[in-house]
């Protein structure tokens, strides 16, 4: 009884499906980093791209980072202010 109400089925057959899809995405992505097809990302817009380099700005990955999570950092610290 108790086995049922914790691990009840997914209702729709894709929500079934996704940890297959993920497993075997994920599988593929880590085959390709091993074999050396590393993939080509960022976590900043337009850091590989291949216009031209003298009007872009350039950013650290510590000031990147600090510009975007300061924000969420700043308002998630004022309300353990506001509400105590």
Do not use: C, D
């Amino acid at each position: 009884m108790e086995h049922s109400l914790v691990f009840q089925q997914p209702p729709n057959v894709y929500i079934r499906a996704l940890p297959l899809i993920t497993l075997i995405s994920l599988s593929f992505l880590g085959f390709s980093e091993i074999i050396g097809k590393h993939l080509q990302y960022s976590k900043f817009w337009n850091v590989g791209s291949h216009h031209s380099k003298s009007n872009q700005i350039k950013l650290s990955s510590k000031t990147g980072m600090l510009v975007i999570y300061g924000p969420a950092f700043i308002a998630g610290a004022a309300s353990f202010a506001l509400f105590p």
